[in-house]
């Protein structure tokens, strides 16, 4: 369970002065093992700086965040098992693999760091993983360079699901890739979300990929968590304004009164 207490965030303005910016507005949810989760809302909301709180990255200006009780921001930074138990894949997955590591190692790098398991058992749960994510086995010796950009995503996926994670948290992951790949992509997490149990914080622009990938939303605007929604194919639990404006710009819902055809349903939106 990943529970955050007041939780915020600011950084300094960037004047020079005193003054500070608000990234993330003092908040307090959680997250159940095992949920999908999708916080969603338009850029500069405050989404990857939340997740990078959870994530042990960013440390918060205020509150605190726990993941099983424990705190995870004591006096030093966040421990070398909380990055284990949380693993964050950010937007530039290209960028978070180290260009002279060989794909096969960069994989099993996490599987030396936190299991230190020896080198043969390494290449056969590297391959494993591989497989899982659908890398061809080829690929072992490439470097990051010679894939495409949605096989340097897989190959963070399976770097990210070595350490076993209790959460993955996925950041606008699928950014920049056409429509059926990021489709087979997205279908992916749900899959190894389904076969390996992990949370899922999956965090994105678009409502109507939150409203698939997620049984639970949290809407952000401006800094504020703004609304958390458990949804189950009735878009009645969006209640907050700006979720319905985001439901309508997705074209989810058609007008403020009638849904589009994917429901069918009527509701007064109001
Ligand atoms: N390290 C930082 N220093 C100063 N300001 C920051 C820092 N990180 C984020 N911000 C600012 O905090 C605000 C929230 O940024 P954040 O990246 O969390 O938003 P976001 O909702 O994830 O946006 P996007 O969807 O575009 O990635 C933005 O205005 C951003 O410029």
């Known amino acids: 369970m990943i529970e955050l207490k007041e939780v915020s965030c600011s950084f300094s303005d960037g004047f020079g002065g005193k003054g500070l910016f608000t990234a993330v507005s003092p908040l307090s949810t959680n997250f159940s093992d095992g949920g999908r989760y999708a916080i969603v809302g338009e850029s500069g909301s405050g989404k990857t700086t939340l997740a990078r709180m959870i994530a042990g990255l960013q440390r918060p200006s205020g509150g605190s965040v726990f993941v099983d009780g424990a705190p995870v921001y004591g006096r030093k930074r966040a421990g070398k098992e ?6 964050i894949i950010q937007q530039n997955s290209a960028s978070a693999l180290d260009p002279k590591i060989p794909v096969g190692k960069s994989i099993e790098e996490p599987l030396h760091c936190f299991f230190h398991m020896e080198k043969e058992k390494r290449r056969e749960r590297c391959r494993n993983l591989m497989e899982l994510c659908n890398l061809s086995r080829d690929y072992y010796t490439r470097l990051p360079s010679e894939l495409s950009g949605g096989e340097q995503k897989r190959v963070a996926i399976a770097r990210a699901l070595a350490a076993e994670p209790q959460c993955l948290i996925f950041d606008e992951a699928t950014n920049g890739f056409d429509l059926p790949l990021r489709k087979k992509i997205i279908d992916e997490i749900i899959d190894l ?30 800094s504020n968590l703004v609304e958390r929604a458990a949804f189950s194919g009735d878009y009645s639990v969006f209640h907050d304004p700006y979720s319905r404006m985001l439901l ?13 055809d994917k429901t069918k349903e009527r509701i007064d939106l109001k």
Do not use: P, Y
């Open 248 to 260: 309508e710009a997705s074209g989810l819902v058609n007008t403020s009164t009638e849904w589009n």
């Open 193 to 222: 979300q389904q076969q390996l149990g992990f949370t899922l914080i999956f965090i994105t622009h678009d409502m109507e990929l939150a409203v698939v990938v997620a049984d639970e939303i949290f809407v952000m605007r401006n």
């Open 82 to 87: 909380h990055f284990r138990k949380v693993q």
